[in-house]
């Protein structure tokens, strides 16, 4: 069974840095694009930033220069590093593998979820 596994959620102070990471495990022969969402409380769930497998990057105006999507095609993994965060960051952060090609075919799959918390 294809899962994604993140990590390096928390809370941090504003003008900090945290770096999310997210594993692909299971029987996966290639990802197409690997990315990352996040759902603030009571909004609706939005693109933070997406990375193909050939390196192409794209993220949300919101986030540009601060934040940098990187990806380990070899591990199935893909980073997020936040920096100069600010209070406005703070969500639920969710990410997302698309065109997941594995035993079962083509899939797309998300990550449960990890908190992300920036304290003024």
């Known amino acids: 069974q294809v899962q994604l596994v993140e990590s390096g959620g928390g809370l941090v102070q504003a003008g900090g840095s945290l770096r999310l990471s997210c594993a692909a495990s299971g029987s996966i022969f290639s990802i197409n694009a690997m990315g990352w969402y996040r759902q603030a409380p009571g909004k609706q769930r939005e693109l933070v930033a997406a990375i193909t497998s050939g390196g192409s990057t794209n993220y949300a105006d919101s986030v540009k220069g601060r934040f940098t999507i990187s990806r380990d095609n070899a591990k199935n993994t893909v980073y997020l590093q936040m920096n100069s965060l600010k209070p406005e960051d703070t969500a639920v952060y969710y990410c997302?593998?698309?065109?997941?090609?594995?035993?079962?075919?083509?899939?797309?799959?998300w990550g449960q979820g990890t908190l992300v918390t920036v304290s003024s």
């Open positions: 997302n593998a698309k065109s997941l090609r594995s035993l079962q075919g083509y899939l797309e799959v």
